[in-house]
T-cell receptor, first 113, second 119 residues
Framework: NAGVTQTPKFRILKIGQSMTLQCTQDMNHNYMYWYRQDPGMGLKLIYYSVGAGITDKGEVPNGYNVSRSTTEDFPLRLELAAPSQTSVYFC????????????FGDGTRLSIL | AQKITQTQPGMFVQEKEAVTLDCTYDTSDPSYGLFWYKQPSSGEMIFLIYQGSYDQQNATEGRYSLNFQKARKSANLVISASQLGDSAMYFCAMREAGRRETSGSRLTFGEGTQLTVNP
């Protein structure tokens, strides 16, 4: 079982560049999430989606965009990368019910130089 | 608003001993779930244990147990018989069940506790 797959695992960007972080899940989960984790900190929610075609902002959405055209895929777009976006990005997915855990991908380590 | 507090930035324990990692939470939603995740140095997030707000008994999962004290709004993780492989960052997280269509049942994470198991 692949679970939640994120690509790439590592990336270095120059200031002002753009890129898309890919996330796909094969568990038929309705809910998907993007988090960022800064060094020594917990995870903060960037965007989430409750189903295909439906997305909404989390705590720290500025500088990011998302789309959800299929149940499986939830890409995160960084426009005009800034050093403050240097972080580890996690994609997660879950079923609807609150007692079911979120399943995480292995993360993308992104550096903006 | 949800809030998770982990007051122990770092904890040390001897191998084979038990350790308790503290977590307190704040929510106005009567229906919620509490989760613990482990993050080893390799970076992945590993789900350990879950406790629902209406669960009558404390959750257990192998060497992990959750000391759930609802009135005190605490959900401490107890690891018994610590092993060297338990050395990792541990995160407490909460998920509100209400308004899930609008909130997406998002998880709110604490800042984590770094556990080091000494041989």
């Amino acid at each position: 079982n692949a679970g939640v797959t994120q690509t790439p695992k590592f990336r270095i960007l120059k200031i002002g560049q753009s890129m898309t972080l890919q996330c796909t899940q094969d568990m038929n989960h309705n809910y998907m999430y993007w988090y960022r984790q800064d060094p020594g900190m917990g995870l903060k929610l960037i965007y989430y989606s409750v189903g295909a075609g439906i997305t909404d902002k989390g705590e720290v959405p500025n500088g990011y965009n998302v789309s959800r055209s299929t149940t499986e895929d939830f890409p995160l777009r960084l426009e005009l990368a800034a050093p403050s976006q240097t972080s580890v990005y996690f994609c997660a997915s879950s079923y609807i019910r609150a007692y079911q855990p979120q399943h995480f991908g292995d993360g993308t380590r992104l550096s903006i130089l | 608003a949800q809030k998770i507090t982990q007051t122990q930035p770092g904890m040390f324990v001897q191998e084979k001993e038990a350790v308790t990692l503290d977590c307190t939470y704040d929510t106005s939603d009567p229906s919620y779930g509490l989760f613990w995740y482990k993050q080893p140095s390799s970076g992945e997030m590993i789900f350990l244990i879950y406790q629902g707000s209406y669960d009558q008994q404390n959750a257990t999962e192998g060497r992990y147990s959750l000391n759930f004290q609802k009135a005190r709004k605490s959900a401490n993780l107890v690891i018994s018989a610590s092993q060297l492989g338990d050395s990792a960052m541990y995160f407490c997280a909460m998920r509100e069940a209400g308004r899930r269509e609008t909130s997406g049942s998002r998880l709110t994470f604490g800042e984590g506790t770094q556990l080091t198991v000494n041989p």
